[in-house]
């Protein structure tokens, strides 16, 4: 919903998730633990000549050129979901020091059961995804990034007030009110039938005993450290 918005109240172009960045992350990641490998055991053989920084250079140089490419008006609004896209932002910082960036997050009881209902993933699986992504988010955090976080219940429930934060922060406060009843009027889960002015709880599932253990053991600790109840 946070993307549609971008689109439809601020008019930025986009092609919805990309899933782009994290592909020059892996390019950089790899190329570093390659390089380093025999720059540690050998520094004689020329991969270990590579140099780290001047590769991070001359990939986020190709960055700038391919979002320019397909953006040329010079701003636009990406989305890329998950835990690998978020540890991705100081490659962003680095390449767009004007970026802004909102990290849009939910309660793991409902991203748990909304999970497995849209991705047929098993209940593991699910819970992991949630946890790498919520982690991945602790450590954005230390790095100052200067990253807007909001919940996806007070988009529901406090709608003028997310408008507010959002449009402040994108310094766009003239949008404010087109963005309240956006949030207001706007849904696109569809697979959602709980009542959205509360949050779910482990009380709400039909979850087996089994279940909730493994929830409680894999997201627990960061459903407490978010502060959400379960």
């Known amino acids: 919903i946070t993307y549609y918005a971008m689109r439809e109240v601020f008019g930025l172009p986009g092609t ?7 592909i020059f992350q892996r390019i ?21 000549s590579l140099p780290p920084t001047e590769f991070r250079r001359h990939i986020i140089e190709y960055i700038r050129q391919f979002y320019a490419g397909k953006y040329p008006e010079g701003s636009w609004v990406d989305k890329t979901p998950g835990a690998e896209a978020l540890v991705g932002a ?10 802004k960036l909102i990290c849009t997050k939910r309660n793991g009881v ?3 059961r909304s999970f497995r209902a849209k ?10 995804a949630w946890a790498l992504s919520m982690g991945a988010l602790l450590k954005v955090r230390e790095t100052n990034s200067n990253i807007l976080e909001v919940d996806q219940f007070d988009m529901t429930n406090s709608p003028g007030e997310v408008a507010e934060r959002v449009t402040h922060y994108l310094d766009t406060t003239d949008k404010a009110q087109a963005l309240t009843e956006f949030f207001r009027d706007k849904r696109t889960d569809q697979l959602s039938s709980h009542d ?11 979850w087996s005993v089994e279940e909730r253990n493994l929830f409680t053991s894999t997201c627990g600790e960061l459903m407490r450290k978010f502060a959400y109840p379960f």
């Open 90 to 99: 100081p490659l962003i910082r680095d390449t767009f020091p004007q970026a």
């Open 28 to 48: 950089l990641r790899d190329f570093s633990a390659y390089q380093r490998n025999f720059a540690d055991a050998d520094p004689h053989v020329l991969a270990a």
């Open 119 to 128: 991705f047929s993933s098993d209940f593991a699986s699910a819970c992991q």
């Open 110 to 112: 409902e991203v748990v």
């Open 196 to 206: 959205w002015r509360r949050r779910l709880t482990l009380a709400d599932t039909d």
């Open 16 to 22: 919805g998730e990309s899933h782009a960045l994290p």
